[in-house]
């Protein structure tokens, strides 16, 4: 479903991101990128993106080969692919439900089905009750779970969530670490990226270990151990 292909990002001769970066998902999986801060994770996921150039390589997206996608027909691509922050990235003067409802609207939804889809991620994100909260009204935790329904309601085939747990306590951390394995059991393909060793361990699903922009170890049950 998703191959990087011997993918490298050079800076500078001094700032090299990726260097020779190659492994599959297949569909329906849950991977971990993981590595220290520096180690490429968010390069890998904006070069998925497309908001990004590999130096050398390719990254497919099933058979598309995503850099090499017409700018217009990027923004289609992206809709197949949910994307999850740290820090959010909520719309600070819309609602919780305006929030998700604007993505769908960007997506030329019809206003019937936004007020269909919308309560349901609601529901499936435990936040039916605080749908009409603004994002100041809401903890950290509840804002990214507004955040993941953002990012689900336009039933992607893949959610990448870099760093979703950088800004939580440990209660909201794993609250949203189930709320991935959730989506993941329901059908969606899961790329999490993180440094945090015991969210890895406990997970027990496979590990992609990047060190210096270089895949180290690439485990089914795998393990954090830098």
Same mark, same amino acid.
């Given at each position: ?51 990004? /150039? ?24 992206? /809709? ?140 089914? /049950?795998? /393990?954090?151990?830098?």
């Amino acid at each position: 479903m998703i191959y990087f292909d011997k993918v490298s990002k050079i800076y500078s001769p001094t700032s090299i991101a990726l260097e020779d970066v190659s492994f599959n998902i297949a569909p329906n999986e849950f991977v971990s990128i993981v590595g220290q801060s520096g180690a490429g994770k968010s390069t890998l996921l904006k070069l998925l993106l497309a908001e990004d /150039r590999p130096t050398s390589g390719k990254v497919f997206f099933e058979s598309n080969d995503v850099h090499a996608i017409p700018k217009h027909e990027l923004p289609a691509l992206r /809709r197949r692919i949910g994307a999850v922050f740290q820090d959010y990235r909520l719309l600070p003067h819309k609602t919780a439900y305006e929030n998700i409802a604007f993505a769908l609207e960007a997506a030329g939804k019809e206003e019937e089905d936004i007020k269909s889809d919308v309560p349901q991620v609601l529901e499936l994100v435990g936040l039916v009750d605080k749908a009409w909260h603004f994002p100041h009204e809401l903890s950290g935790g509840e804002k990214q779970r507004v955040a993941i329904a953002r990012a689900i309601v336009s039933r992607p085939d893949v959610v990448i969530a870099d760093e979703p747990t950088g800004n939580l306590d440990p209660l909201n951390t794993w609250d949203i670490i189930h709320l991935l394995e959730k989506i993941n059991d329901l059908g969606t393909t899961v790329m999490l990226a993180t440094h945090d060793k015991e969210i890895i361990n406990s997970l027990k699903r496979r590990v992609v270990t990047l060190e210096k922009g270089r895949v180290v170890r690439d485990e089914q /049950r795998g /393990r954090y151990v830098l």
